[in-house]
Nanobody, 126 residues
């Protein structure tokens, strides 16, 4: 049973930074695609950033230039560095992983990810 465990969430003021981590119980090199999704109260879960096993990345327009996704296969860990946070970034953040290649147009679609963490809350106050 693959487990993904997120950490690093918390409360921060607008303009601040946080670094999320996702520790995997399996070798992350076995996951072709890994990503971060978020869900704000009353809203659908949306894709934030995705990284392939070859290091190629995709970002939602709302976080481009502010967030950076990375993975350390030696540590079986996925990261999300979040800078210049604002109130619109407030949400529960989830780590997700897929053992299969996902076409670029589908990378932010939840259905293509088989493994999910429990989430870590990020709250940004203005």
């Amino acid at each position: 049973q693959v487990q993904l465990v997120e950490s690093g969430g918390g409360s921060v003021q607008s303009g601040g930074s946080l670094r999320l981590s996702c520790a995997a119980s399996a070798y992350t090199h076995s996951f072709y695609c890994m990503g971060w999704f978020r869900q704000a109260p009353g809203k659908e879960r949306e894709g934030v950033a995705v990284i392939d096993s070859d290091g190629s990345t995709s970002y939602a327009d709302s976080v481009k230039g502010r967030f950076t996704i990375s993975r350390d296969n030696a540590k079986n860990t996925l990261y999300l560095q979040m800078n210049s946070l604002n109130a619109e970034d407030t949400a529960m953040y989830y780590c997700a992983a897929s053992q299969y290649r996902i076409s670029w147009w589908a990378r932010f679609q939840k259905a293509f990810y088989a493994y999910w963490g429990q989430g870590t809350q990020v709250t940004v106050s203005s």
